[in-house]
């Protein structure tokens, strides 16, 4: 067989999918050839895991339907909401200061997270474009103070519309050059948690991994157990989604 039809194999007999959205089914805001007709051919089985920070499922769902992708917002796991959902559980009752898109802070306090910038007991770092260095500055003092950070992907940028986007990670870059050894837990790829909410009640052997970054699909995925398929957005630079079907 060729290794188009290996690739094709190990989708066929996953019984799960794990698959990235930026550069797996969309670029740019755009949808790559061949992406709806994946997810069309795998529907029941696939699950969106993506290190996104700043939407909610329901919204990516809504936004990738308008662009021909149908995918049910059960079906699809993000970074930033997993890590509210895990600071839900893992801080009952605390204080946190959110800095996020408004999306995500709609969703925080639709889970009843209690939202402060005064005093908090834990600080919450997901993408937030529109956060000023003297907020940045804030958070640092109270980190300085003992206030413990998550972090939902350890990303340095993402594809945007016009080239490379400042992303979550590098934010928690500069926080760490400020205060040198800072212990800042990420909850998306390639740490465990992302990927183990996509898989649900499937083992790792029984699905496969799709996905364009080495470091964060490939060896998060790896580091599991889960099988791996790198693909790429563009043709000429190797297997694309199209591939897979």
Do not use: W
């Amino acid at each position: 067989m060729t290794n188009a039809d290996d690739h094709r194999a190990l989708v066929a007999g996953a019984r799960r999918i794990l698959c990235d959205i930026d550069g797996c089914l969309i670029r740019g805001g755009q949808t790559i050839d061949g992406a709806a007709a994946f997810v069309d051919a795998v529907r029941d089985r696939l699950a969106l895991v993506s290190n996104n920070s700043t939407d909610t499922a329901t919204g990516l769902s809504d936004r990738l339907a308008r662009i021909g992708i149908e995918v049910p917002a059960t079906q699809i796991f993000l970074a930033g909401e997993q890590t509210l959902l895990h600071v839900q559980t893992a801080y009952p009752d605390a204080r946190i200061r959110l800095i996020a898109t408004d999306a995500m802070r709609d969703r925080a306090e639709t889970l009843g997270l209690h939202l402060t910038s005064e005093r908090p007991d834990l600080i919450v770092l997901c993408r937030a474009p529109d956060t000023t260095l003297a907020e940045l500055e804030s958070v640092l003092v109270q980190i300085t103070q003992g206030v413990p950070i998550v972090a939902a992907n350890p990303d340095l940028t993402h594809p945007g519309a016009a080239g490379p986007a400042i992303e979550t990670g590098a934010v928690a870059g500069l926080l760490r050059a400020c205060r040198p050894g800072l212990a800042i837990p990420f909850i998306g790829k390639p740490a465990a948690p992302l990927f183990l909410r996509g898989l649900r009640n499937a083992s790792p052997d029984e699905a496969i991994m799709v996905g364009d970054n080495p470091e964060t699909d490939i060896n998060g995925a790896e580091q599991l157990g889960i099988p791996t398929l790198l693909i790429h957005p563009d043709k000429s630079m190797g297997p694309t989604i199209r591939s897979l079907i």
